[in-house]
């Protein structure tokens, strides 16, 4: 097609050369043919130095420049494709860590729920005592006020005389015996009798035989005794009516007592009772009772019941 096209200008520009002259400002009258050799015409676009090959080679280079821009529009679009994975791979980590503590506090949550449910349930049930008591306040409050009425009554319409007081004269032990809440309490050292000859000893001295009842009174007289290689007193006690069936000076029976182990054992017809007390500081009063021979001469403890007269 570019062929063509340059045969058909050449024909033409040849033709209006051959024709002859032309006038101009009417100054020449005659021109002299002048055959000049025609030579092909070129693509102005692509021929010499011009206007043309200049736009072409800013096409070229807008070209260029465009289809780098595409390249580096692209690659950027990979990046923040990318870039974009990672951020969405990263929001849902962070997504599914919120979710986990959203449920962590929901399960907190419902805990904190059911304790508050039953505090309020104990609180409730507090308070309904508590109302209950305040009920109860009333009525004894009530009731004392009425019972005052009643007292303010009763004072007001009789006069009331008050009883003087008695006054105990407190009690007070022959010399040589010992004071224990209502009794006083004689230990012969040196006098040695039977057990009958002690009884009938302390009978003249308006007592008995001492008759022991409580650990304090046990551990009072066991205080009193003086301590040696085998001290041994005779107190109130016997099963010479019936064996094994221990009593005491006045016929009641012995519930009981401070025996020491394996005590009475009833070894030679030991039919009466005794307290020992040695040098041996591991022996305690609440264990010191044995049975013995009545018919060894012993120490003794005798007793005096006493009655606080008043004033």
């Given at each position: 097609?570019?062929?063509?096209?340059?045969?058909?200008?050449?024909?033409?520009?040849?033709?209006?050369?051959?024709?002859?002259?032309?006038?101009?400002?009417?100054?020449?009258?005659?021109?002299?043919?002048?055959?000049?050799?025609?030579?092909?015409?070129?693509?102005?676009?692509?021929?010499?130095?011009?206007?043309?090959?200049?736009?072409?080679?800013?096409?070229?280079?807008?070209?260029?420049?465009?289809?780098?821009?595409?390249?580096?529009?692209?690659?950027?679009?990979?990046?923040?494709?990318?870039?974009?994975?990672?951020?969405?791979?990263?929001?849902?980590?962070?997504?599914?860590?919120?979710?986990?503590?959203?449920?962590?506090?929901?399960?907190?949550?419902?805990?904190?729920?059911?304790?508050?449910?039953?505090?309020?349930?104990?609180?409730?049930?507090?308070?309904?005592?508590?109302?209950?008591?305040?009920?109860?306040?009333?009525?004894?409050?009530?009731?004392?006020?009425?019972?005052?009425?009643?007292?303010?009554?009763?004072?007001?319409t009789k006069a009331i005389t008050p009883t003087?007081?008695?006054?105990?004269?407190?009690?007070?032990?022959?010399?040589?015996?010992?004071?224990?809440?209502?009794?006083?309490?004689?230990?012969?050292?040196?006098?040695?009798?039977?057990?009958?000859?002690?009884?009938?000893?302390?009978?003249?001295?308006?007592?008995?035989?001492?008759?022991?009842?409580?650990?304090?009174?046990?551990?009072?007289?066991?205080?009193?005794?003086?301590?040696?290689?085998?001290?041994?007193?005779?107190?109130?006690?016997?099963?010479?009516?019936?064996?094994?069936?221990?009593?005491?000076?006045?016929?009641?029976?012995?519930e009981g007592g401070f025996w020491e182990e394996?005590?009475?054992?009833?070894?030679?017809?030991?039919?009466?009772?005794?307290?020992?007390?040695?040098?041996?500081?591991?022996?305690?009063?609440?264990?010191?009772?044995?049975?013995?021979?009545?018919?060894?001469?012993?120490?003794?403890?005798?007793?005096?019941?006493?009655?606080?007269?008043?004033?």
């Amino acid at each position: 097609m570019a062929t063509t096209g340059s045969s058909s200008t050449d024909r033409i520009y040849s033709k209006l050369i051959d024709e002859g002259s032309y006038d101009q400002s009417n100054h020449r009258t005659d021109v002299q043919h002048i055959n000049y050799p025609v030579s092909p015409v070129r693509n102005p676009w692509l021929s010499g130095p011009g206007p043309y090959r200049f736009a072409t080679i800013c096409l070229a280079a807008l070209s260029a420049i465009l289809l780098i821009s595409i390249i580096a529009v692209t690659a950027r679009n990979k990046n923040k494709s990318a870039s974009g994975v990672e951020a969405t791979a990263e929001m849902q980590r962070q997504n599914a860590n919120i979710s986990a503590v959203m449920q962590k506090l929901q399960s907190e949550n419902k805990q904190q729920q059911k304790e508050r449910d039953e505090l309020q349930k104990e609180r409730d049930a507090l308070q309904k005592e508590r109302d209950a008591l305040q009920k109860e306040r009333d009525a004894l409050q009530k009731e004392k006020d009425e019972l005052q009425a009643k007292l303010d009554s009763i004072l007001t319409t009789k006069a009331i005389t008050p009883t003087p007081r008695s006054t105990a004269v407190p009690i007070v032990c022959p010399t040589n015996w010992h004071l224990f809440e209502n009794s006083c309490y004689l230990i012969t050292a040196q006098n040695r009798q039977s057990w009958s000859g002690s009884n009938r000893y302390c009978q003249t001295q308006g007592a008995h035989l001492a008759i022991i009842l409580t650990a304090e009174e046990q551990t009072f007289l066991w205080n009193l005794l003086p301590r040696g290689h085998w001290n041994s007193f005779w107190f109130g006690i016997t099963d010479g009516e019936t064996e094994d069936e221990w009593k005491w000076v006045d016929g009641t029976p012995v519930e009981g007592g401070f025996w020491e182990e394996n005590e009475p054992n009833n070894h030679i017809n030991e039919d009466c009772g005794y307290i020992v007390k040695t040098q041996v500081l591991e022996r305690v009063a609440t264990k010191s009772w044995y049975d013995a021979p009545c018919n060894m001469p012993l120490p003794f403890i005798c007793e005096k019941e006493m009655r606080s007269t008043s004033q």
